[in-house]
């Protein structure tokens, strides 16, 4: 099992700027990927950004590739999601999960991002 502890979310003005961290303790030895997903109210959870653990291969969605930065600190089993040029339609909950080589099966607690017009 993965545990992840996720921290940096907050109010921001639009074109404003967020990192969030997340870090994962436990059989952190097995990890294939950590990323990052979104869930607005009313909407189904959504892919943000992933990047592969040992080769640091990176992967974004569209809305938010030029903006959004993905990266990981091995040593500190932690992974980062750099937010810049916020827009209003950023804003969601933001959950990092962890990829063990069976898919996304481990979950933080989610942590709001509120981006203001």
């Known amino acids: 099992q993965v545990q992840l502890l996720e921290s940096g979310g907050g109010l921001v003005q639009a074109g404003g700027s967020l990192r969030l961290s997340c870090t994962a303790s436990?059989?952190?030895?097995?990890?294939?990927?950590m990323g990052w997903f979104r869930q607005a109210p009313g909407k189904e959870r959504e892919f943000v950004a992933a990047?592969?653990?040992?080769?640091?291969?990176?992967s974004y969605a569209d809305s938010v590739k030029g903006r959004f930065t993905i990266s990981r600190d091995n040593a500190k089993n932690t992974v980062y999601l750099q937010m810049n040029s916020l827009k209003p339609e950023d804003t969601a909950v933001y959950y990092c999960?962890?990829?063990?080589?069976?898919?996304?099966?481990?979950w933080g607690q989610g942590t709001q991002v509120t981006v203001s017009s």
């Open positions: 436990g059989r952190t030895f097995s990890l294939n990927r």
């Open positions: 999960s962890a990829d063990v080589g069976s898919g996304w099966v481990s």
């Open positions: 990047v592969t653990w040992r080769l640091g291969m990176r």
